[in-house]
């Protein structure tokens, strides 16, 4: 019976109050950095941070059925999803690099085919490179979701999926 509770103890656990009262800090949860108070009939939340006084509670949900694991969930398949742009992103990058690849080495070629130095024709691909590739936008659709959903949650907004974020933009 030790045992059970001590492993019962290292996970996230919801309950319900029993007896008692005392303030809960909830913010982890909920952004409010002011405490709840909590009494007999209230809900308590794995993530809580108990104040100053006691509390009796019974053990209503444990691991992946609390809330807390729920929405780290939520915010797991918002980020492993591709948003519609993303994808465009993505096909776009895929023809258009091997194409810029393909005119900075003619660039390289045709440097070299005209008497100029490899040192000149090195640096008119690596040019052509630098300013054709698209990597920009491979990069930037990205890390655009990934500090609109962060920004999004230290508000308390959950993003579902990255379609809803781009949804909701427009």
């Known amino acids: 019976r030790?045992?059970?509770l001590a492993a019962l103890l290292l996970r996230p656990v919801d309950g319900l109050?029993?007896?008692g009262l005392s303030a809960i800090d909830e913010s982890m949860l909920s952004g409010e950095s002011l405490p709840?108070?909590?009494d007999a009939g209230s809900p308590?939340?794995?993530?809580?941070i108990n104040g100053n006084g006691s509390l009796l509670f019974r053990c209503e949900a444990v691991g992946a059925d609390t809330l807390l694991y729920q929405i780290v969930t939520l915010v797991e398949e918002a980020q492993a999803g591709k948003a519609?742009?993303?994808?465009m992103a993505d096909r776009v990058s895929a023809v258009f690099v091997p194409i810029v690849i393909a005119i900075a080495t003619l660039a390289l070629i045709a440097w070299l085919l005209a008497g100029e130095g490899v040192a000149f024709a090195l640096?008119?691909?690596t040019t052509v490179l630098v300013i054709a590739c698209p990597c920009a936008l491979g990069l930037a659709t990205p890390t655009a979701i990934m500090v609109a959903s962060?920004?999004?949650?230290k508000k308390g907004i959950l993003i579902k999926s990255p379609e809803a974020l781009e949804l909701a933009g427009r």
């Open 84 to 87: 519609p742009i993303a994808r």
């Open 17 to 19: 109050v029993l007896e």
């Open 123 to 125: 640096s008119a691909f």
């Open 2 to 4: 030790r045992f059970a």
């Open 36 to 38: 709840v108070e909590k």
């Open 44 to 48: 308590l939340y794995a993530g809580s």
């Open 150 to 153: 962060g920004n999004a949650s």
